[in-house]
């Protein structure tokens, strides 16, 4: 019998919030939208995320818990799930990257990995 295969396709699009920034404080708020599809044979729930986010000045911010946005979505091959959510960071430009615990309809464990993403304020035209 074939092994089933586990895969999830992560796309992760962020934006700068430049009504929510304060750059005179140090504060660069960011909104990320993540788009998780199933592109496995199994259905898989989302358990937990381990985010890794690091600002120009290699500080970095370690972000774990359950779910997203509060939800643990179960996806099943084919499907997707479609979240924004939001980080601040003490300089203009940062990075972002991670993984997500999932666990397979039969029992086993995984991670999807997120690739690394640029938060970046736009320049600003004069």
Do not use: C
Not at 54 to 68: I, N, S
Request: charged content about 15%; aromatic content about 8%.
């Amino acid at each position: 019998m074939a092994k089933a295969r586990y895969e999830i396709s992560v796309v992760p699009q962020a934006s700068y919030l430049a009504e929510q920034s304060d750059p005179g404080q140090e504060k660069y708020v960011f909104a990320y939208k993540i788009t998780i599809t199933n592109t496995g044979q199994v259905a898989a729930q989302l358990v937990s995320r381990h985010w890794v986010i690091t600002d120009a000045d290699h500080k970095v911010q370690e972000v774990k818990g359950l779910g997203v946005v509060g939800q643990q979505p179960l996806l099943q091959p084919g499907e997707s799930f479609e979240y924004t959510s939001g980080a601040s960071i003490a300089t203009p430009v940062g990075t972002m990257r991670g993984s997500y615990q999932m666990r397979a309809e039969d029992g086993q464990s995984f991670d999807a990995p997120i690739p690394p993403f640029t938060l970046a304020m736009p320049r600003t035209l004069h």
